[in-house]
């Protein structure tokens, strides 16, 4: 193989469009460009989005913004509520169950309110620093979840 007898594979390069060559060629008097009309002109260019004017669709509708879609499906649950709780593993299933934490859920914490005075272990379930001081000093554990 030689570089100068390298050539684009068969079909991959096409003859470049004559347009205004007569009504034979198929792209005769207005040029694939229709009747009239900004597009039709030289030079007859407008920016993505623009309406003629008209107020665009992107400035007509309201800023959002950020908000976590999923933030409020994090639910903070007190210590006195894992305290009423009749069981002593607990994780988010028994908490949906319980109707501590709504059923669309998808996270739950738990947090220094109230008290608690009887060992307890949180499988997959977050604690705050003084909710978690609480439980082992009742004798409990918090299992990170894998």
Known sequence: MR??????AVG???AARRVGRGIGSGLGKTCGRGHK??????????KVG???????????LPK???VSLTGSRNVEVRLSELDKLPVDEIDLLVLMQ????PA???AAKVVLSGSIGRKITLRGVGATKGALAA????????????
Do not use: Y
């Open 12 to 14: 991959a390069k096409f």
């Open 50 to 60: 623009f309406e003629g004017g008209q107020m665009p669709l992107q400035r007509r």
């Open 64 to 66: 959002r913004g950020f």
């Open 135 to 146: 439980i082992q000093a009742a004798g409990g554990s918090v299992v990170v979840a894998e």
């Open 98 to 101: 319980a109707g501590v934490v």
């Open 37 to 46: 009309g900004q597009k039709s002109r030289a030079g007859g260019f407008h």
């Open 3 to 8: 570089l100068n007898t390298i050539k684009p």
């Open 104 to 106: 669309d859920a998808l």
